[in-house]
């Protein structure tokens, strides 16, 4: 079974500070990896995404991630925080495809950040 | 553009009583899907398609039918409705449904809040 852990519920930072919201993720064979965000009263949107390739992903709105596969982990960045990045983060995983079953999408809780002015 | 779109946003149910929840996504995805949110939970998958006439269940079935007659839409149905099933229910697709074009970025709606009293 996959699964996926957001150990921190909430993260604070200050406007102008760099931030990070952490992920560590379990799955059979070698992950794909995603972070969304979701704004008040809104669906998630799609940040960025890790299949293959390059440990250091980028993404929308100045984002990226590092992925580590040592440490199953899968943090998402950013050197500068804005007070408009406010909002709750999702990782989610899933396993490489194997055929029907193999689509799910499984997400962290998330983790509501909170960029202080 | 319309994207995915869910009806309706709110809805208020009494124990026992059935409704469905529409989604029609215009992108021509192949792959569709419903989530439930529920607070300190993330999201949980409630069954998915991957295509007209071809659905299957996720982690959280139970309540729940679903059916998939086009490529356009995908109704979650309520049979009876329980207070368990009070939620914010989210709507998502994703191009493609082989290995190599489903990645897993999907497309969400912006949600429907089920209360069930």
């Given at each position: 079974a996959q699964s996926v852990a957001q150990p921190e519920d909430q993260v604070n930072v200050a406007e102008g500070n760099p931030l990070t919201v952490k992920c560590t993720y379990s799955v059979s064979g070698n992950p794909y990896l995603f972070w969304y965000v979701q704004y008040p009263n809104r669906g998630l949107q799609f940040l960025l995404k890790y299949i293959t390739?390059?440990?250091?992903?980028?993404?929308?709105?100045?984002?990226?991630?590092e992925f580590n596969k040592s440490q199953t982990s899968f943090h998402l960045k950013k050197p500068s925080a804005l007070v408009s990045d406010s909002a709750?983060?999702?990782?989610?995983v899933r396993q490489p495809y194997s055929g029907a079953g193999s689509y799910q999408l499984t997400f962290g809780k998330g983790t509501k950040l909170s960029v202080i002015p | 553009n319309a994207g995915v779109t869910q009806t309706p946003k709110f809805q208020v149910l009494k124990t026992g009583q059935?409704?469905?929840l529409q989604c029609a996504q215009d992108m021509n995805h192949e792959y569709m899907s419903w989530y439930r949110q529920d607070p300190g939970m993330g999201l949980r998958l409630i069954h998915y398609s991957v295509g007209a006439g071809i659905t299957d269940q996720g982690e959280v079935p139970n309540g729940y039918n679903v059916s998939r007659s086009t490529t356009e839409d995908f109704p979650l149905r309520l049979l009876s409705a329980a207070p368990s099933q009070t939620s914010v229910?989210?709507?998502?697709?994703?191009?493609?449904?082989?290995?190599?074009t489903n990645t897993g970025e999907l497309f969400f709606g912006e949600g429907s809040r089920l209360t069930v009293l």
């Open positions: 390739g390059d440990n250091l992903v980028k993404g929308s709105y100045g984002f990226e991630a709750l983060y999702f990782c989610a | 059935s409704m469905t229910y989210f709507c998502a697709s994703s191009p493609g449904t082989s290995g190599v």
